[in-house]
């Protein structure tokens, strides 16, 4: 079986990224020391999963080994051989939406030094143009130097273009009013609302149950998934606006899975659970035998390997 390390599938995507960029490829000992070196088999794309094997999301993109929320994210996860990539949506001064995860740009940019004087750096307190500018790479390493934050219109054309799906989730919607049909919006001018989209590669989540709620009351066809952990009780009330139910991996046991199992979702199938954030092959291993249906994870490699027998 062809093994390939992460780290050198990683320099090997860094250097192409840079000869279209003209640059130059940084060496494989500049290759991203965030996360494993595991190997990663060469499954290739859309494997037939087995029973028993749950979908790998890739985390804000393969941002164990590129910046998150980043197009370069995207790619890697694509060149790594995984279809889903997650990201997080919020909205500018100015009304662009843009995928970005914190309420503020200073742990992923350089904002401070471009704008020193506009603390506390809030995304809600720039412009499109200004986030534009931003170096949302150089934080993670310096091969990375550049990658910009992107829109969430430049995001979905570049998951397109990699024949990728996406896990989307609206991040913190009570700061940003209207924010689901502005995501919408944005979703049906880019095509992400055709039957085949809705159907396959779509999914739309957020930790407010009142913004699944809107999603799904907006655009009733998407697949919709709540992230949190609700007692077995409460499962009937988001089955009416809900597909799925996405609860961090410590908050779950294997009962808790089997109960959202037995709820139908807003679609007539089972509710699924896709639990978050999972990097650890032992820990996959857990999740998987609780009967989880995906793992969200920032090293889907390492997860895809440690699931991939079944359980
Ligand atoms: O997709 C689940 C996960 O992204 C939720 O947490 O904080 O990483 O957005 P967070
Ligand atoms: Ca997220």
Request: aromatic share 8%; charged share 25%.
């Amino acid at each position: 079986m062809y093994v390939r390390p992460v780290a050198a599938a990683a320099a090997a995507f860094l250097g192409f990224a840079l000869v279209l960029a003209g640059g130059s490829a940084a060496p494989a000992s500049a290759a991203p020391a965030r996360g494993a070196s595991a190997p990663v088999p060469a499954t290739g794309r859309d494997p037939v999963r087995a029973a028993g094997v749950p979908e790998v999301y890739a985390h804000r993109g393969a941002s164990a080994y590129a910046p998150e929320n980043t197009l370069l994210a995207v790619d890697l996860a694509e060149e790594l051989g995984f279809d889903w990539v997650e990201n997080d949506v919020q909205r500018t001064k100015d009304g662009e939406l843009v995928v970005v995860h914190d309420e503020t740009l200073t742990r992923t940019t350089n904002v401070r030094t471009l704008f020193p004087d506009r603390g506390p750096w809030r995304v809600r307190d720039f412009t499109a143009d200004e986030i534009a500018r931003l170096d949302a790479g150089s934080w993670f390493g310096v091969e990375f130097a550049g990658a910009r934050v992107p829109t969430l219109r430049q995001y979905l054309d570049r998951v397109r273009s990699n024949d990728q799906k996406l896990l989307l989730e609206i991040k913190k919607p009570e700061l940003y009013p209207g924010i689901e049909r502005d995501t919408l919006e944005v979703l049906e001018e880019a095509g992400w609302l055709g039957e085949e989209e809705v159907r396959d590669r779509l999914v739309v989540q957020s930790f407010s149950a009142d913004c699944v709620r809107i999603v799904h009351a907006e655009r009733p066809e998407l697949v919709t998934a709540f992230l949190g952990t609700p007692p077995v009780a409460d499962l009937p009330k988001y089955s009416a606006f809900a597909d799925r139910i996405n609860p961090w991996h410590a908050t779950i046991s294997a009962e808790w899975v089997a109960a959202v199992h037995a709820v139908t979702g807003v679609h007539g199938r089972p509710m699924q659970v896709d639990t978050w954030i999972v990097d650890d092959a032992a820990l996959a291993r857990k999740v998987q035998a609780m009967g989880v249906d995906g793992i969200i994870t920032n090293a889907p490699d390492v997860i895809r390997q440690a699931v991939a027998g079944g359980v």
